[in-house]
């Protein structure tokens, strides 16, 4: 019985926690999401100049690949990505780790869906108006700066199950964690200063070429640690 009552405690201090981090960040919470809903404002004012079906998703040539309904363009697309936002970060408050990701990864995580939701709608309004642009330059280019950002606050947050590099490894071991992140950080910004550099040419393969080598070296690095060092322990 005991083991139980103890997780039981352990879910309700959790959970108690993580209500806290929600409320000491409600008005950001409030903003962003206001934010990431500015594009159906936007869309109700231009409806009258928007055609009745508008291309919502585009290759890396900018051409239009997929199409909508003005209704979804305008209203669905930013109210999905709305409770999107919403729902990461309640399972990030839900996180037993989530005080260890630090104020600065947890402020620019607030950040990343509404700059997401802006830049979708300025690619769908756009088009949808013949305004000439190059959509992969556009999302290269984000996502570049993104990658560069995210590494830079990568080696800040500590151990959890919300962001970061989690593995077996770094989960378990605290130095595993510190290495890793801090060796996936460099991985980051390295990447993405070269898809921003590259964002003109924007070749898919040469583009995911570039995510997976950023994405696995760190996870190559954290196994050879824990060969090297857990054995140490």
């Known amino acids: 019985m005991r083991p139980c009552l103890r997780k039981l405690c352990s879910g309700f201090r959790n959970l108690e926690e993580g209500m806290a981090m929600l409320r000491q960040n409600k008005w950001k919470i409030l903003l962003t999401t206001l934010i990431i809903l500015i594009p159906i404002l936007v869309g109700c004012i231009l409806w009258n100049r928007l055609p009745d079906t508008i291309a919502t998703s ?12 003005k209704l979804f363009a305008v209203l669905g ?19 037993p780790k989530q005080k ?9 995580f607030f ?20 305004v000439k642009m190059d959509v992969g330059f556009l999302v290269c280019l984000f996502l570049g ?9 990568l080696p800040k947050a500590g151990q959890n199950y919300s962001f970061g ?6 989960l378990n071991d605290s130095e595993n964690w510190k290495h890793t992140n801090r060796f ?13 550099v590259t964002s003109l040419w924007h070749n898919p393969w040469f583009f995911f ?25």
């Not at 585009?58 to 309904?69: K, R």
């Not at 590099?165 to 770094?170: D, V």
């Open 58 to 69: 585009f290759g890396v040539d900018s051409a239009a690949n997929g199409w909508n309904s």
């Open 77 to 95: 697309i930013p109210a999905m990505i709305a409770v999107v936002h919403l729902f990461c970060l309640v399972v990030m408050s839900a996180d």
């Open 100 to 108: 260890n990701i630090g104020k600065k990864p947890l402020g620019i």
């Open 111 to 130: 950040w990343i869906l509404p700059c997401t939701s802006l830049l979708i709608s300025t690619v769908i309004y756009g088009n949808a108006m013949d």
């Open 145 to 153: 700066v993104l990658f560069v950002m995210m590494g830079n606050i």
């Open 165 to 170: 590099i989690k593995l077996p490894w770094t």
């Open 184 to 196: 996936g950080g460099w991985c980051m910004v390295i990447a993405g200063i070269v898809i921003i």
């Open 209 to 233: 070429g570039v995510v997976f080598a950023a994405a696995a070296a760190p996870m190559f690095y954290s196994y050879i640690y824990e060969k090297r060092h857990g054995r140490e322990k």
